[in-house]
């Protein structure tokens, strides 16, 4: 339901506590307490049949009988009875309830699902059960039974642990660090991590959003709601759990590759999530991000009176790929103005030892101004020659100084003050800078704010276009995963595994099958007269690895080498495994290419975020070497390259002594490829080449499985049932035939249109743009055009429309979901100079039938009066025109679907 009345419970202008008490030590005195202390400044009630008053304030026996309708009830009730509460506090009016009381149990016939039900009735939305609650400083509501209410601030918090949060409202005191909200969402009944997502990432109070998650529930809707937030701002996730193994065993390499953890890390990833490991770590970040904005570059300035700290910091800083900041002659030469000749001479700016609250000042006033650097680094080494304390009231005095002459962006500045009282933290923190315990903390601090913004980077990259000609045959694909399914087969045999790959144009060494060895022999025949080798392997659906049995025998130059190997490996198997279904040996033409790579692709199944593709160093020891990177598809060629790049094998695909660089691109297509394929064919579980070789020719699998299965529907709504993210919806391209035979053909929008869009809007009239936008637009950023581009599919859809003779982008029609997917809003944009050739009305029945096909109740869209063209369109298309209410100027068109 996404941000359906969150409003109304993290902003609420009334409150009850239904289960407050006057028993010191029960939850309901707790929560009655903490509201009472953080003032909250709406009506306020409780709610407790044994009661007349609790506290001095009266207590009434019902929601009904309350004086007020609450916007928002807090329940501590006992579990048995929360149902009925639920049910009565919504026949009031009440928009929602956070739920503290735990024991409601799950699944079906539980007082959890008679509580959802109860809620849905009225469309009441829950937060919880079994939660600490929810702490809302601007709203001075504490409703929740922490020990202690945090000060109004930036950051959001949202915890599937209570105590999580407890602890952070603790630490945040100390650090005079401010939250937005906290919330702590329990078993999440109702309201989960992507709502609340949602919720704040649109939340102008906030800068930054931490999370502390234990598991995802609904991975579609998180991803889509994560990747949303993180284009707008940090969003930070430390989960617990890294070390627990796959619950199951897995059946390929690569299956055993994909960890739990490892997936979850791909999916941060994905979604634009800066992971951190421990507290430490968000507390840390929590400094950082809730006092700064982000750099526009990494070179880190410097500057300390202990030249070994400085060496450290410097050390801890190239580690995590930042950039010390230059010493230019003209920096030098500032410095040496105003320093002894004994300071550093470079960066780190070492001012030696016994520097003193003047010398800091002005060496701080100078890396402050320098164009070179991206922000500094301020540390103190206590000595008994200059006061600690002086020295940090001066600095924050040059700080604050600098950022009242500022305008637009400031150069952070963040500090270590090596064993310092808890004063001087207190009052570097209350001057806005984040301050640290040791110089690797704030180093990592900086490095948060460069990852998000390579982060909000990366994700707006326009991809490179996908190579001509790439077409798989997806309905060959499809009958043979169909016919081993209709013979009860969990596996592909290798004949079909190489008919499979050449479907999606995956290079593979061919494979001839063989029962027993004269068939084996008859097989090989042909290759050596060619001039070959031949390898032997063993063929079973049962036996995975077949090195584990002895399965493989290479380097055979003879008929009677291939008849005694084929025996030997069918013996070798049977008595290895005698469970095990043996349909005979696969013969293959060794492959010579002695300077290729050898690297294991695959796909997996996650039990929570569905398809995985996985890359890595392929071999027989491909766990133990455990290089590989994982990415949830679908993948485009940055995407692919960003994934190899992730491991250390990808070092060896460059060119090295008489070694030639791989062909550009060649793994990463086979990627791409792949996870086309998963696309088109949930019911491959999992998959593996292992080895493929790459080499300056390209690529060659030289053994692959595929493991098979009917799929149970892991994610609800349109597009591949087992892709936690949405993929590209090719079914809705479009061959279209407008006024005079014109041939025009859509499809969705993608993210390489950019220049396309650019050059469209080259082609239309000022007039016209203000009539789309609502305001005269002179210029389109880079960024303004990524928004517009690089769409969540889950959420809104855009088409374009080409001209099939010249390919220009001729216009574009889009529509953007609500937040409960039932109503979405449309906008249209077409070429001032082809206005009246019927494209706007062909592109609106377009948007309508995809919105129908959604399941979306209505579309709606607001259109200024003077734009008669558009309004005319709409009422021909059935649309209800009505004006504002507010602003005259403008028309609410709605069409009930």
Excluded at 277 to 300: M, Q, V, Y
Excluded at 403 to 429: C, F, N, Q, Y
Excluded at 861 to 889: I, Y
Aim: hydrophobic residues 45%.
């Amino acid at each position: 339901m996404s941000t359906y009345r969150l409003k109304n419970l993290l902003a609420p202008r009334s409150v009850a506590l239904i289960g407050a008490s006057p028993r010191q030590g029960s939850v309901g005195r707790a929560i009655l307490g903490n509201i009472q202390k953080a003032q909250f400044k709406g009506e306020f009630g409780l709610v407790n049949p044994r009661y007349s008053e609790i506290d001095g304030i009266k207590a009434s026996g019902s929601v009904a009988t309350l004086s007020f309708a609450p916007e928002l009830v807090v329940i501590t009730a006992p579990a048995k009875a929360i149902p009925i509460l639920i049910d009565e506090a919504g026949r009031c009016g009440t928009a929602g309830a956070v739920i503290v009381s735990a024991g409601l149990g799950h699944g079906k016939g539980s007082m959890a699902e008679a509580a959802e039900q109860a809620a849905k009735k009225y469309g009441m939305r829950l937060i919880g059960p079994n939660c600490l609650g929810m702490m809302l400083p601007d709203a001075n509501l504490n409703a929740s039974f922490s020990a202690h209410m945090p000060s109004a601030g930036n950051l959001a918090l949202i915890s599937q642990s209570g105590a999580i949060a407890a602890g952070m409202v603790d630490w945040a005191a100390q650090r005079a660090v401010g939250f937005s909200g906290i919330v702590s969402i329990g078993d999440q009944l109702d309201v989960d991590i992507a709502d609340l997502l949602d919720y704040f990432a649109l939340d102008g109070k906030t800068q930054a959003i931490l999370l502390y998650i234990e598991a995802v529930k609904d991975a579609r809707k998180f991803m889509s709601a994560a990747r949303a937030a993180a284009r707008i701002k940090p969003v930070v996730v430390v989960k617990s759990g890294r070390m627990a193994q796959g619950a199951k065993a897995a059946a390929t390499h690569t299956g055993a590759l994909a960890g739990s953890d490892a997936v979850y890390d791909a999916a941060f990833q994905r979604a634009g999530m800066l992971r951190v490991s421990d507290l430490r770590e968000l507390f840390d970040c929590a400094e950082t991000l809730g006092r700064l904005k982000s750099p526009p570059g990494k070179r880190l300035a410097i500057l300390t009176n202990g030249g070994g700290i400085g060496v450290l910091a410097v050390d801890r800083l190239a580690e995590l790929s930042g950039v010390p900041a230059e010493m230019t002659p003209d920096l030098r030469a500032k410095l040496d103005a105003v320093l002894p000749p004994t300071w550093s001479g470079s960066n780190p700016v070492d001012i030696v030892g016994d520097a003193d609250p003047a010398r800091y000042a002005a060496a701080l006033e100078i890396l402050l101004g320098d164009p070179g650097s991206d922000a500094v680094l301020v540390m103190n080494v206590q000595t008994a020659i200059a006061r600690a304390d002086d020295i940090a009231t001066t600095v924050t005095g040059v700080v604050e100084a600098y950022r009242r002459k500022r305008r637009g962006w400031v150069k952070p500045m963040l500090a270590v003050w090596v064993g310092a009282e808890p004063a001087i933290g207190d009052l570097l923190s209350h001057a806005g800078i984040p301050n640290y315990l040791t110089e690797d903390d704030a180093v990592r601090g900086f490095m948060y704010l460069v990852r998000h913004r390579e982060v909000v980077e990366a994700l707006a990259q326009v991809p490179p276009a996908m190579p001509a000609g790439f077409v798989p045959d997806v309905a060959r694909a499809r009958s043979i995963v169909g016919a081993a399914l209709s013979d009860g087969r969990q596996w592909l045999d290798p004949t079909e595994v190489n008919q499979l790959f050449d479907a999606y144009e995956i290079p593979m060494v061919p494979v001839l099958a063989a029962a027993d060895p004269d068939q084996a022999a008859i097989q090989a025949a042909p290759l050596f007269a060619g001039g070959a080798t031949v390898v032997v392997k063993i063929m079973s659906r049962d036996i995975a690895h077949k090195s584990d049995v002895g399965g493989v025998i290479l380097n055979l130059s003879t008929v009677d080498a291939v008849r005694k190997a084929t025996e030997d490996i069918l013996a070798r198997a049977k008595a290895l495994r005698p469970d095990a279904r043996i349909s005979g040996v696969m013969v293959q033409a060794m492959v010579l290419r002695p300077k290729a790579r050898e690297l294991i692709l695959g796909l997996a199944d996650d039990p929570t975020f569905g398809t995985v593709v996985v890359f890595g160093r392929g071999g027989t020891a491909v766990e133990i070497i455990n290089d590989k990177a994982l990415a949830l598809p679908p993948l485009d060629l940055q995407l692919a390259r960003s994934l190899i790049e992730r491991t250390r094998v990808s070092r060896l695909l460059r060119a090295y002594r008489d070694v030639p660089a791989v062909k550009d691109d060649a793994v990463a297509m086979v990627l791409v490829k792949l996870a086309q394929m998963a696309a088109d064919i949930p019911d491959i579980r999992e998959l593996d080449i292992n080895p493929l070789l790459a080499d300056e020719t390209g690529v060659l699998a030289v053994d692959a499985c595929v493991a098979i299965g009917r799929i149970a529907r892991k994610f609800q709504g349109a597009g591949p049932a087992n892709f936690a993210v949405r993929p590209y919806p090719s079914q809705w391209q479009r061959h279209i035939e407008v006024k005079d035979g014109w041939r025009v053909f859509v499809r969705p929008i993608r993210p390489e249109d950019e220049p396309q869009i650019h050059e469209l809007l080259r082609h239309v009239a000022s007039h016209d743009l203000r009539l789309r936008f609502f305001a005269p637009m002179k210029e389109f950023s880079h960024e303004f055009i990524a928004r517009l581009t690089q769409l969540d599919y889950a959420r809104a859809m855009a088409f374009v429309a080409f001209d099939e003779v010249t390919n220009e982008l001729l216009g574009v029609v889009r529509i953007h979901s609500d937040s409960i997917y039932e109503s979405g809003e449309y906008a249209i944009l077409l070429r001032s100079d082809l206005k009246g050739r019927g494209l706007g009305w062909s592109l609106m029945q377009l948007i309508i039938e995809y919105a129908r096909s959604e399941g979306l109740k209505a579309i709606s869209g607001d259109v200024l009066t003077e734009n008669t063209v558009m309004l005319t369109m709409c009422r021909n298309l059935g649309f209800q025109v009505k004006s504002d209410p507010v602003e005259h100027d403008i028309c609410n068109v709605r069409l009930a679907l």
